[in-house]
């Protein structure tokens, strides 16, 4: 998974308060793709993203969840008021050009534990 | 939403021995289909991927096979290692985004 940094590796949180999940992606790609993933299942889609722009967020659930990919720096997961049921691995992917139809790196993910 | 799915859920094989892992699909307008590894503690790793105007496409010890009238899609392993040992996930795409199955969990017996 050379190229796409996630960080932190491991997070921990308290019910009710914030997470916030880097994901940079590899050299040269410009689009983001986040996904979730509980244990012993396959990644559910959430955001797909642009430098500035969000392309399809239809894998978000409506509350407390928000994505960005500001012009400059990595790409932001943000959790508000976090609840048990957050808790899983959150993995973020990249891809060099326009349309899905292409092979997306993945990062080695972000472990949120909610307490 | 889409139904990408697996049948089996775990596999054992020796080593050496050749590994096929299966994949169903429920959407006929899926157009792109990639296969992932993913070791315990990592991201999913590109191992393959085939597009719909193809029906068989190999790397190296891997082989994809798509078949689009019975949605199938199968990745084989050649002479399978002990570094093979992990979940194995398809997914397929419209364009729009992509649908990943459950996975198939891997064990190769040295």
């Known amino acids: 998974n050379a190229g796409v940094m996630q960080n932190p590796r491991h997070l921990v949180r308290r019910r009710g308060q914030e997470a916030r999940l880097r994901c940079s992606p590899m050299?040269?790609?410009?689009?983001v793709y986040w996904y979730r993933q509980l244990p012993e299942e396959g990644l559910k889609f959430m955001v797909y993203?642009?430098?500035?722009?969000?392309?399809?967020e239809s894998g978000m659930p409506k509350e407390r969840f928000s994505a960005e990919f500001p012009k400059e720096g990595p790409s932001i997961l943000r959790i508000q008021q976090v609840v048990r049921g957050d808790s899983a691995a959150y993995f973020c992917?990249?891809?060099?050009?326009?349309?899905?139809?292409?092979?997306?790196?993945f990062g080695d993910g972000t472990r949120l534990s909610i307490l | 939403g889409e139904s990408v799915g697996l049948h089996l859920p775990t596999l054992s094989v020796q080593e050496g021995d050749n590994s096929i892992i299966n994949c169903a699909y429920s959407?006929?307008?899926?157009?792109?289909f990639i296969w992932y590894k993913q070791e315990s503690g990592k991201g999913p790793q590109f191992i393959i991927d085939?597009?719909?105007?193809?029906d068989k496409r190999q790397g190296q010890r891997v082989t994809v096979l798509l078949n689009k009238t019975v949605k199938h899609l199968s990745l084989q392993i050649a002479a399978t290692q002990p570094g093979d040992s992990a979940v194995y996930f398809c997914a397929e795409s419209t364009g729009n985004q992509f649908y990943f199955g459950t996975g198939t969990s891997l064990t190769v017996i040295p």
């Open positions: 085939i597009r719909s105007n193809m």
């Open positions: 050299k040269g790609h410009s689009h």
């Open positions: 992917a990249s891809s060099p050009g326009a349309g899905v139809n292409q092979p997306q790196h």
């Open positions: 993203l642009q430098k500035e722009n969000i392309i399809d």
């Open positions: 959407n006929s307008a899926s157009d792109y």
